[in-house]
């Protein structure tokens, strides 16, 4: 079993899109959306759920207003700005300590210091996962509670549920659509994973971001390609990726143009390999050639990692 | 005036939104600060080309175990909700990259074993762009925790009329660190599916933190209409619509800004900029 994850750096380069393109034309593929708080690949592939589980990624403390006393100590201990002296009185004082649950980073230690015991602090749901089918197969995503955090471990358990899956299902490819950034999350979709594809755009503030992403996967020892997604925005920063790209040990495995087809085929809900039928649905097929390719010369996990595609095209140039 | 420039989505246009409105908001003679808290992947730099007088090491503050005191009672372990101190027989095993600061460990050791010492993982930058104060922060790469160098990033800015603070895509914890504390929220989007979906949930995270906010449409005539739907059945105000025009989207590739190369737009930034004050005081 192989893990291909998608991820871009800079946000809005097409990740998704690519994504989607990648699941209509993989057979015995399992999807896992981890951009997990802000998850748009389902809009695409229409999941049908088939199985759900709550997550939880941490506990969170809470003032019982009745026991406070207000002597101030947990909003002094607090690192994260989060007591406020405003709370309902009692009656013992006129105004007790609330805690504002967006900013409790969940480190309990103001409910392990209270005298009082005021402070309840106890896990809190902050997420769901799904297993779903789709046309393309089974899907694995999530979403995040609003404003919650902890966005990291819950990409940790969409992956161990797609590789569930995937071992169920005898499926041998995980197709893995990152978000964007270097932090928390995109860690928690990399690490360990067999090959990571960078979706970038030919401008300024993408090559500054691809280097960046770049750095990261080296840090982790991943092999990476990259995708020059829109490359005919600007032709001369295409290029220029594809120097550094070289610099940096990184194989460019395709250009994608820039086309109305995509924001088109989102519309309609398909992908743009559904959606569309001329020159950019070639550039995809052949991206999709050469990032298969370059997953079947990788060592996989289990088994010899070969995985039928519909597209039987060539080794790609790229590679 | 504190406004934050935020989306669930990314690539929608907040660099360019941020960068352009601080552009337009210096030309009449306030200060202005423009803040960068994409500290994973920043980009204002790129166009507002800023000259750095500072940069400094920030990140978190970690425990350091003095073992000559450290008695092995386990209590540091036990207090900590990150498994980033654990105590090992007679060793005590510190897993920098799983702390979050929150001193817990060291407030707890009845032998006063344990001291902070600070753990880089992050440096911020502070310069201006010609009358505009600038600040961002770069995340370490390989680190996973950025909220603390946003944090600092904030802590770092010199007061001014006008902030802009240019906030990472998303809608979990850097992201609300980011608008903590600002007086507006301007979230930027894009009329497609995915620009709509991560709106609405940019919306739900801006209504959980009470704050007020407004919509940036931009390449407003791409995509269809539900994006304008939706905000109207929402009462959610749209403060500015920017075409789809390529030459804009050629001009953010070479790094240049929209005011500067194509001036047509510059009543685009001065009308939004304007509409946020009013709706702010």
Redesign the interface.
């Known amino acids: 079993m192989k893990e291909l994850v998608v991820i871009?750096?800079?946000?809005?380069?097409g990740k998704?899109s690519i994504v989607a393109s990648f699941a209509a034309l993989a057979e015995k593929a399992v999807l896992a959306d981890c951009d997990v708080?802000?998850a748009?690949l389902h809009?695409v592939l229409d999941p049908k759920i088939v199985e759900r589980g709550k997550f939880s990624g941490?506990?969170r403390a809470r003032i019982q207003s009745g026991h406070c006393t207000a002597c101030g100590k947990c909003e002094e201990?607090c690192?994260?700005d989060a007591i406020y002296f405003d709370g309902p009185g009692n009656g013992k004082v006129a105004k007790t300590y609330r805690i504002d649950p967006?900013?409790c980073?969940?480190?309990?230690?103001c409910a392990?210091?209270c005298e009082e015991n005021a402070i309840k602090f106890a896990p809190v749901v902050n997420g769901e996962w799904f297993i779903s089918d789709t046309r393309c197969g089974p899907m694995v995503h999530a979403a995040?509670g609003?404003?919650?955090?902890n966005?990291?471990k819950l990409v940790s358990l969409v992956r161990t549920e797609a590789k569930r899956v995937a071992e169920n299902r005898k499926l041998d490819l995980i197709l893995i659509d990152g978000?964007?950034?270097?932090?928390?999350?995109?860690?928690?979709s990399i690490a360990g994973a067999d090959l990571v594809l960078v979706v970038t755009?030919?401008?300024?503030?993408?090559l500054?971001?691809l280097q960046?992403?770049a750095?990261?996967t080296k840090?982790?020892g991943i092999v990476t390609l990259v995708c020059i997604n829109k490359w005919d925005?600007?032709p001369d920063?295409a290029s220029q990726i594809e120097t550094q790209a070289f610099q940096h040990d990184l194989k460019v495995s395709g250009r994608v143009r820039y086309d109305?087809a995509v924001?088109e085929a989102?519309?309609k809900?398909l992908s743009v390999v559904e959606y569309a039928s001329d020159g950019i649905v070639s550039e995809i097929k052949e991206l999709w050639s050469n990032v298969r390719a370059r997953l079947n010369a990788e060592k996989g996990q289990a088994g010899n990692g070969d995985f039928p595609t519909r597209d039987s095209r060539r080794f790609g140039k790229g590679d | 005036m504190k406004i934050a420039v935020a989306s669930g989505k990314g690539g929608t246009g907040k660099t360019t939104v941020a960068t352009n409105m601080a552009y337009v908001a210096s030309c009449n003679g306030r200060s202005v600060a423009y803040v960068d808290c994409d500290v994973e992947e920043p980009n204002g730099h790129i166009f507002l080309k800023p000259q750095f007088d500072s940069t400094a090491p920030v990140g978190t503050l970690i425990p350091k175990v003095d073992e000559s005191k450290c008695t092995h009672c386990g209590q540091c372990g036990e207090i900590c909700q990150y498994s980033a101190i654990v105590s090992a027989g007679e060793t005590v095993l510190i897993f920098p990259e799983l702390c979050h600061g929150c001193g817990g460990c060291s407030l707890v050791c009845p032998a006063e074993a344990i001291t902070e010492v600070l753990h880089e993982t992050g440096k911020v930058q502070v310069g201006s762009a010609g009358p505009i104060g600038f600040v961002h922060g770069l995340l370490n790469v390989g680190q996973a925790i950025s909220p603390p160098v946003i944090k600092a990033v904030k802590t770092a800015t010199p007061l001014a009329d006008v902030m802009i603070v240019d906030a990472p895509p998303g809608t979990s914890c850097p992201v609300i660190e980011s608008v903590r504390g600002c007086d507006f929220v301007l979230l930027v989007t894009e009329p497609t599916p995915f620009g709509l979906n991560d709106l609405k949930l940019a919306v739900e995270m801006i209504r959980e933190l009470k704050l007020p906010f407004g919509v940036v449409i931009n390449r407003y005539d791409l995509g269809d209409r539900e994006t304008l739907l939706y905000c109207q059945r929402k009462g959610i105000g749209i403060l500015a619509e920017i075409p789809d025009d390529r030459s804009i989207a050629e001009a953010y590739s070479r790094g240049e800004m929209i005011c500067e190369v194509l001036p047509k737009y510059r009543q685009v930034f001065e009308s939004l900029l304007g509409k946020i004050e009013s709706r702010v005081s």
Request: net charge negative; with cysteine; glycine share 18%.
């Open positions: 871009s750096g800079k946000g809005g380069t998704t708080d802000a748009d809009l941490g506990s201990i690192r994260f967006i900013g980073e969940g480190c309990g230690v392990w210091f995040l609003v404003a919650e955090e966005s990291g978000s964007p950034g270097i932090g928390c999350p995109v860690i928690a755009e030919p401008t300024l503030s993408g500054h971001d960046r992403v750095d990261l840090h982790f925005l600007n920063i109305h924001t989102q519309i809900r």
